[in-house]
């Protein structure tokens, strides 16, 4: 069975840095693009970044493009998202999904199989 599950979720100090995993399952690798995305508290889930199935080119939201990097391991078959220099805007419960169309990723357009989430608090 298809399974995206999301790890790594922590409160961290302002500047500091965190690790996500998304951990999958059950199909190819190769043959989807995996997006993060992450919900803040009452606003709408959002793009962060993605990874293309083709050619391993990847997509960041302008927020946090020079910040966080998008990586895949495809012997383990597991999607990082490392988050460094974090915000308090960066607060929020982030997810990862699937989508079989290379292409940028700020939207949601087209991903499934999502995982339930994995809770990041940035908090001094």
């Known amino acids: 069975q298809v399974q995206l599950v999301e790890s790594g979720g922590d409160s961290v100090q302002p500047g500091g840095s965190l690790t996500l995993s998304c951990a999958t399952s059950g199909f190819g690798l190769d043959y989807w693009t995996i997006g993060w995305f992450r919900q803040a508290p009452g606003k709408e889930r959002e793009g962060v970044a993605c990874?293309?199935?083709?050619?391993?080119?990847?997509y960041y939201a302008d927020s946090v493009k020079g910040r966080f990097t998008i990586s895949r391991d495809k012997v383990k078959k597991i999607i990082y998202l490392q988050l460094n220099r974090v915000g308090f805007g960066d607060t929020g419960i982030y997810y990862c999904?699937?989508?079989?169309?290379?292409?940028?990723?700020?939207?949601?357009?087209?991903?499934?199989?999502w995982g339930p989430g994995t809770q990041v608090t940035v908090s001094a």
């Open positions: 999904a699937r989508r079989f169309h290379d292409g940028a990723c700020e939207s949601d357009e087209g991903f499934g199989s």
């Open positions: 990874i293309a199935k083709s050619s391993d080119t990847t």
